[in-house]
């Protein structure tokens, strides 16, 4: 029952973290709408849509930027660094006009006059934005199909390196394999060529000759009288 529990803890747990993040900008998207409405004088459904982009856009870009300092600190040695000052400028542009227009308005009711600048700045904060994130995707890309011409370069390396071990057994089985015989003392011969310790009385037992065949064999006297093998 206990284990129930807490497993249930951890679910809603799990949950509220997973939907709080999501939640946290509605507060800050109906300031804005508010302060919109009460300094700009602008109607109700054009504030919500500042409101709302506004916060979608702080959500984006701070997730952007999370993206990004995260991959720099697992990338491998080898790919590439991604900017992150970009991303960080973009924060702190984010930071600066939800306080400017949640709080500097009611601080300072003559900024009134110069906070619509700051809509077409989030409109080029936007797009680049989405720079960022097409960069990042681009450069993900890039590492992806280096990683797949890595793997296939290795495994051409493995199969070259299998083929070329399967070619040496081969060959070194046919310079151990004996050739065809003619007669007993080629294969004297052969096998004093090929084990040099064994002894003329070694030969003779292996060839199963008589010990004169290894003796005229290893003399080279072949003679008219040699012995045919049909071993």
């Not at 060959?171 to 310790?197: D, G, I, N, S, Y």
């Amino acid at each position: 029952m206990i284990d129930r529990l807490t497993r249930g803890e951890a679910v809603a747990v799990e949950l509220v973290a997973n939907l709080a993040p999501w939640l946290a900008p509605l507060p800050t998207a109906w300031l804005v709408a508010d302060r919109t409405m009460v300094h700009l004088g602008w109607p109700l459904w054009v504030a919500m849509v500042a409101g709302v982009t506004l916060e979608l856009l702080g959500v984006g870009i701070l997730a952007t930027w999370l993206m990004l300092f995260g991959y720099n600190r697992e990338r491998r040695k080898t790919d590439p660094r991604a900017a992150e000052w970009p991303a960080l400028l973009l924060v702190g542009l984010y930071f600066f006009t939800a306080e400017a227009l949640t709080v500097v308005l009611d601080v300072w009711p003559l900024a009134a006059v110069i906070a619509p600048a700051l809509f077409p700045v989030l409109s080029v904060a936007s797009f680049g934005l989405l720079a960022l994130r097409a960069d990042h995707r681009r450069r993900l890309d890039a590492i992806a199909a280096q990683k797949v011409d890595a793997r296939a370069e290795r495994e051409r390396k493995r199969a070259e390196k299998a083929q070329a071990q399967i070619a040496a057994a081969e060959a070194a089985a046919q310079a151990t394999e004996p050739p065809p015989f003619r007669t007993a003392m080629e294969k004297v011969r052969w096998l004093h060529e090929t084990q040099p310790e064994l002894s003329r009385t070694q030969l003779a037992a292996k060839v199963e000759c008589a010990p004169s065949t290894v003796t005229r064999a290893l003399a080279g006297r072949d003679g008219d009288g040699e012995t045919l093998y049909f071993g």
